[in-house]
């Protein structure tokens, strides 16, 4: 019902910067929210950052400050700085509804690599 469309990632030295970009069509009106999470082997799924429909983010301590989170309509963005290997994850874009129950939709996931 809602389909979400990523991109961007790669490989990126530690002190770097990489943008993330994802824009969400079909079932998507009405008041919701956005945004990024990452998962790794060793570590569940986080939030690393949302944002809702008027543009309030919420922000991971680990990310904050660093990380900067945008949205132009249904399209969320992600700017990335200061990288650090710790960084390095899958990063799924979430799009869930305020009504709803549930986790949301996901998108399929971009890798985000941060290594010498």
């Known amino acids: 019902q809602v389909q979400l469309v990523e991109s961007g990632g790669g490989l990126v030295q530690p002190g770097g910067s990489l943008r993330l970009s994802c824009t969400a069509s079909g079932s998507i009106f009405g008041a919701n929210i956005m945004g990024w999470y990452r998962q790794t082997p060793e570590k569940q799924r986080e939030l690393v950052a949302r944002?809702?429909?008027?543009?309030v983010p919420r922000y991971a301590d680990s990310v904050k400050g660093r990380y900067t989170i945008s949205r132009d309509k249904n399209t969320v963005s992600l700017q990335m700085n200061s990288l650090k290997p710790e960084d390095t994850a899958v990063y799924y874009c979430?799009?869930?509804?305020?009504?709803?129950?549930?986790?949301?939709?996901w998108g399929k996931g971009i890798v985000v690599t941060v290594s010498l």
């Open positions: 944002v809702t429909t008027n543009g």
């Open positions: 979430n799009w869930r509804s305020m009504f709803s129950s549930g986790d949301g939709y």
